[in-house]
């Protein structure tokens, strides 16, 4: 291959080259690939948990809260803000609570995030500076959960869980910048090349576009992709069409960090009980309602989980962000989310330019009506690995052996990228390719894929998926000259 000025001239071959080179790089009888490009995930959030407390490695009650009070030892002040915790691990998967954390401290803010990202447990301290008292009603899409006797019990579900997170301090540029540097190191040194970002305006749109911009300039390792959160350009409190173009326009070298789109969130997660699917959650039944059946969901009779929107909005705002000329990215993991995102898609008169991210859970029928959208769909195979046992309880065995219907969209001619929608699993992309093509025991084997099938969703179609076909992903002549050495 040969590379003028960070771009192909010519592009990989296995004649020998007649060119003099100003430097020649011994790819030491490695294979050279195109970088992975990481079509889905979260980089600031990525590198902002490498500074909060793991409880990956805790597979009981017990260890969680021996981490927490270990941690609540060693750094004594602020909140106390802990990632990966995971109740499913838990032989009876029942939550810690706020009385089990205030045993560790009443005095301080302590809030543990659950793996998916959906769920989190929080203290008396960390409720009471979030503004939530006994008498705070449920938000729309979310849920204070109670005890039987009808007191919170400190596990906050979907936008009770976001009130949780707003409160917490927002970090500050330079700390944006360090844990986007260390993102970008840690996705490199995977042969990650170029990331999309599915959530920015997390904090500040303003700040965080800052925030990649510098640490661009600063080195950063990776090239990020931006979908910017809805609301935080065209809800009540955000910038603003006017100010949003202004923002986009404002970035200096947009080869390395550029914003793609828009993303929105149409349900839930299964781990939680929140994705929103017809019929309901089989792998619990002795355990009581564990759906909220908040006055979203009551509108719609045999579906469970959570809708983040009634359908009619949902509809609304992806046209609002259609109609402004830009790529709308939503994630719906259960089959009824799945529907309601594709009226929305259809709605907008463009459903060939739009995303649909996870679509976990599909039927015959919805594959089929994909084919007449032609959407891109965006599919994590790392979360059939770490993720098994939950699903199976949520979904029952055999719901759950066909999640993640990979070869049948691909047998549909649907534009599938692959990605890993770290930091909510460890992400490396040879993990998710492991997974596509040969799917983890209790998936069905007929939904795997080839091995040039999964490179080509982590490359080439996550370009593809970020509107940049032909920009970068094949290492082709003029494409970005991002690669990877493997074997
Ligand atoms: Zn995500």
């Given amino acids: 291959m040969v590379v003028e000025e960070g771009r192909v001239l010519v592009a990989p071959t296995s004649s020998p080259l007649n060119v003099e080179a100003d430097e020649v790089l011994d790819c030491g009888g490695k294979v050279l690939y195109p970088g992975f490009i990481d ?4 980089i600031l ?17 017990s260890e969680i809260l021996d981490g927490v009070a270990s941690r609540h030892r060693s750094h004594p002040d602020g909140w106390l803000l802990a990632i990966q915790y995971d109740h499913n691990k838990f032989a009876d998967g029942v939550h810690v609570t706020r009385d089990d954390l205030d045993k560790i401290s009443s005095a301080r803010p302590i809030l543990l995030r659950h793996y998916n990202g959906h769920c989190s447990v929080a203290n008396s301290e960390a409720l009471r500076l979030a503004g939530v008292t006994e008498s705070t009603p449920d938000p729309e899409g979310g849920e204070f959960v109670r005890d039987v006797s009808g007191r919170m019990n400190g596990v906050v579900l979907e936008d009770a869980h976001e009130i949780l997170w707003r409160a ?16 970008g190191e840690k996705m490199s040194d ?3 090349t170029c990331a999309s970002d599915m959530m920015t305006g997390l904090f500040d749109i303003e700040t965080e576009l800052k925030a990649y911009q510098i640490a661009s300039s600063k080195g950063c390792r990776i090239r990020t992709r931006h979908y910017v959160q809805w609301k935080e350009v065209f809800g009540p409190k955000g910038v603003g069409l006017e100010r949003f173009r202004e923002l986009e326009a404002g970035i200096e070298d947009k080869d390395r960090v550029k ?8 349900d839930g997660a299964i781990g939680s009980a929140t994705a929103a699917i017809y019929g309901s959650y089989s792998g619990q039944p002795a355990k009581g309602p564990v759906i909220s059946l908040n006055a979203v969901n009551t509108r719609q009779e045999g579906t469970s989980g959570q809708l983040i929107y009634a359908p009619e909005k949902l509809k609304a705002m992806t046209m609002t962000a259609s109609d402004a000329g830009y790529q709308v990215a939503i994630h719906a993991i259960g089959d009824y989310a799945i529907d309601l995102v594709m009226d929305a898609f259809e709605a907008t008169g463009v459903p060939s330019r739009h995303r649909l991210e996870h679509a976990m859970l599909l039927s015959d029928d919805q594959i089929a009506r994909l084919q007449t959208l032609d959407c891109f769909m965006t599919f994590q195979p790392e979360f059939l690995l770490r993720f098994g046992h939950v699903y199976r309880r949520q979904l029952g065995e055999e719901r759950a052996s066909s999640l993640n219907r990979v070869r049948s969209c691909l047998d549909a001619g649907l534009k599938v990228s692959l990605s890993s929608d770290r930091p909510i699993v460890p992400g490396d992309p040879m993990d998710g390719v492991r997974s596509a093509v040969s799917r983890p025991e209790g998936f069905v084997a007929s939904e795997n894929i080839t091995l ?3 490179i080509r969703g982590y490359t080439v179609a996550g370009a593809e998926a970020n509107g940049e076909a032909g920009v970068m992903g094949s290492l082709a002549v003029g494409e ?7 074997s």
């Fill in 259 to 266: 914003v793609c789109g828009i993303k929105l969130f149409a």
């Fill in 168 to 183: 917490t301090p927002a970090p500050a540029l330079d700390d944006m910048i360090e844990a986007i540097l260390r993102a």
């Fill in 480 to 486: 970005f000259a991002d690669f990877r050495l493997g």
């Fill in 452 to 454: 040039a099938e999964a």
């Fill in 45 to 61: 959030p990525s590198g902002l948990d490498l500074l909060k407390l793991d409880l990956r490695n805790c597979a009981t009650r």
């Fill in 190 to 192: 995977l042969g990650i």
């Fill in 39 to 42: 079509s889905h995930c979260h």
